[in-house]
């Protein structure tokens, strides 16, 4: 077949797939545990399978060496919660823990810029890396369901 190029993966590092996949891990995991936790306090089935997500979240956080962005994604989560709580319920309390949270988000952010970024080369997503990531995440959902 004339035209055709062979398929090949375009981030080959390691690293890269780990941080992504840790990163999708913790942010789901996080929300798991805010769904399960949003009551407080908590029915005692609920309370154990928030802490459960919680406590992947955090190990997660502890494993990767992209923390800030972690960190930086949980308080965005936290921020959209309490602008939808606010907004919702007309809570002054979820609008005051979202402009915290923002104010954290924004000093990561900050110091994350400064950091600087990652040790290695990201490339462009290509269809086998494209093929991977959908196998992992359905992995990953089966997972969930199970725990959930």
């Known amino acids: 077949m004339v035209g055709l190029e062979p398929v090949h993966?375009?981030?080959t590092d390691l690293?890269?797939?780990r941080d992504k996949y840790v990163a999708i891990i913790s942010a789901t995991s996080f929300v798991g545990a805010a769904v399960h936790l949003a009551r407080w306090p908590a029915p005692h089935d609920d309370l154990g399978r928030g802490l459960t997500f919680l406590a992947i979240a955090a190990l997660c956080l502890?494993?990767?060496p992209q923390r800030l962005p972690i960190l930086s994604g949980a308080l965005a989560i936290i921020v959209l919660r309490g602008i939808i709580g606010s907004v919702l319920y007309r809570s002054l309390a979820?609008?005051?823990v979202a402009i915290i949270a923002g104010a954290a988000?924004?000093?990561l952010a900050a110091i994350a810029a400064k950091k600087g970024r990652v040790p290695y080369k990201?490339?462009?997503y290509s269809y086998p890396e494209?093929?991977?990531d959908t196998c992992v995440l359905l992995s990953l959902l089966w997972i969930y369901l199970r725990i959930a």
Do not use: D
């Open 105 to 107: 988000f924004y000093t």
């Open 122 to 124: 990201i490339n462009e």
């Open 15 to 17: 690293r890269w797939y």
């Open 130 to 132: 494209l093929a991977i």
């Open 62 to 64: 502890v494993i990767s």
């Open 94 to 96: 979820a609008l005051l």
């Open 9 to 11: 993966l375009n981030n």
